[in-house]
């Protein structure tokens, strides 16, 4: 290996410039820049005789950080490439070292024995990104729709500007067949939702980046299923996702409640079982989100939960229950059923006789009766009055007549109703209304003083 280096307690910029010392620079591929010069130009004007020059060296200085850079080559005496430059602008000189070829040369006085060319300042050729977007996301968000996102290619990675992203998809793994390509601009840009697609379809999806030259490398492929839809038509049915089924199995399904019939009043949907354990507290993972017709959010819930319901008020149209899986536990998934009230249950008669008694503070007791027939999945559902859709649900044995509802907040109205199976038709209550009781607050009264019959004071405690 040979190696040169010189030594110098000055800056480079206090290097005298020769102002008749012209370089030639100019970046013909990406990330490089090329610089040539004339000959034995500087000379010490002083000594014309002894001081000629004895180096070059080619300096690049970029303008982002300051780096000083060194040539990568030297193919001739006045010529000098500089390779692998990150795109950016960068000013380039010559500096030559003079001294005398006849004997050893002292390096102590380089700075008055040495010349810097003129600077030439310019930009590298755009070139295409080097590397490809990172933390690729491929997302279920709909029967006809996939979310992909993306990290932003940095800055340094780029070699150019980047204009934005490329995005392909396609059924096939390999990418031979059947490719879609589909070209956002905007450097910043870390999504994009690919729509009109087919249900239940696993769908392969690559990002690449691109500048004005070109693009860059492919992601590593991301995949993702589209979800499919379930219409349930009936006046009332079952809601399941457990275990290993072929809802949890999918990372998108969706229910939709359309009834066919007469109009209806309320459709009611009870959670019987919930457990979508994730270790994401937002909700972003693994959730079930009830929504009506107009896309209206009535709730979005995961986790593990007691048993509740929501109901979808009159006017608001179909109902519909999405299920969005990433990870979920063997054992996880819900289950519960839906029924289509045509009336409104303060209307109703019922076969249960709901009433509510004893009322306390904190708590009530709610009781029924048990109808003839075969009697399964009776829930209690109660809530505050103000709450508009989420009930909170408690499980009767088909043997009892009667619960008490605990942990109420004192002073406050509630709704309570009650809906079960009576031959596997489910039929429910009329809406009953209670208040709990609130706080007894006790007031001493003041000692009054009164005259007797003899005119004397007395004292009355209370």
């Not at 907040?409 to 209304?433: C, N, W």
């Amino acid at each position: 290996m040979n190696a040169e280096y010189f030594i110098s307690s000055n800056k480079l910029d206090d290097f005298v410039t020769a102002s008749n010392w012209f370089i030639t620079a100019q970046s013909k591929t990406p990330g490089a820049i090329e610089v040539t010069w004339p000959q034995n130009k500087p000379r010490d004007e002083k000594s014309q005789n002894f001081k000629q020059v004895v180096k070059y060296v080619p300096v690049c200085v970029a303008h982002k950080d300051g780096d000083v850079i060194t040539a990568d080559s030297f193919s001739e005496s006045t010529k000098a490439t500089f390779n692998k430059l990150p795109y950016g602008e960068y000013t380039v000189y010559v500096v030559a070292y003079l001294g005398d070829h006849s004997r050893n040369t002292s390096m102590t006085n380089w700075k008055k024995a040495a010349r810097r060319s003129r600077s030439v300042t310019l930009k590298t050729m755009e070139g295409y990104p080097s590397q490809p977007p990172m933390n690729i996301t491929a997302t279920s968000t709909g029967t006809s729709s996939i979310l992909v996102t993306w990290q932003p290619i940095a800055e340094e990675y780029a070699n150019g500007i980047l204009m934005g992203y490329e995005i392909y998809y396609g059924y096939d793994e390999k990418f031979l067949n059947t490719v879609v390509k589909v070209k956002i601009y905007g450097a910043n840009s870390t999504s994009f939702e690919i729509n009109d697609i087919s249900d239940q379809m696993k769908y392969y999806i690559k990002v690449r980046g691109f500048t004005k030259r070109g693009v860059g490398p492919a992601s590593p492929k991301v995949s993702a299923t589209t979800g499919y839809e379930v219409r349930l038509t009936k006046r009332y049915g079952g809601l399941h996702a457990l275990g290993n089924s072929s809802e949890l199995s999918k990372a998108h399904t969706v229910w939709k409640l359309v009834p066919i019939g007469e109009e209806f009043d309320e459709i009611l949907i009870v959670f019987k079982k919930f457990d979508l354990e994730s270790s994401d507290a937002s909700c972003s993972n693994n959730y079930v989100q009830v929504t009506d017709a107009n896309d209206k959010e009535i709730g979005t819930f995961c986790g593990k939960k007691l048993p509740f319901a929501t109901s979808i008020p009159k006017g608001s149209g179909v109902a519909q229950v999405t299920l969005r899986t990433n990870t979920v536990p063997d054992r996880g998934g819900f289950s519960g059923f839906y029924k289509v009230i045509n009336e409104q249950p303060s209307n109703k008669n019922s076969v249960w006789n709901l009433q509510v008694q004893n009322t306390s503070r904190t708590g009530a007791e709610v009781s029924w009766d048990i109808p003839d027939g075969n009697v399964s999945d009776i829930m209690v559902l109660f809530k505050e009055s103000s709450v508009q859709y989420i009930w909170q649900a408690v499980k009767a044995s088909p043997l009892d007549n009667s619960i008490i509802l605990k942990d109420l907040v004192p002073a406050k109205q509630y709704h309570v109703r009650l809906v079960g199976s009576i031959f596997d038709v489910i039929q429910e209550s009329k809406l009953m209304t209670f208040t709990t009781m609130g706080d007894v607050i006790l007031v001493a009264s003041k000692p009054t003083t009164a005259a007797n019959s003899n005119g004397q004071s007395t004292r009355t405690e209370p």
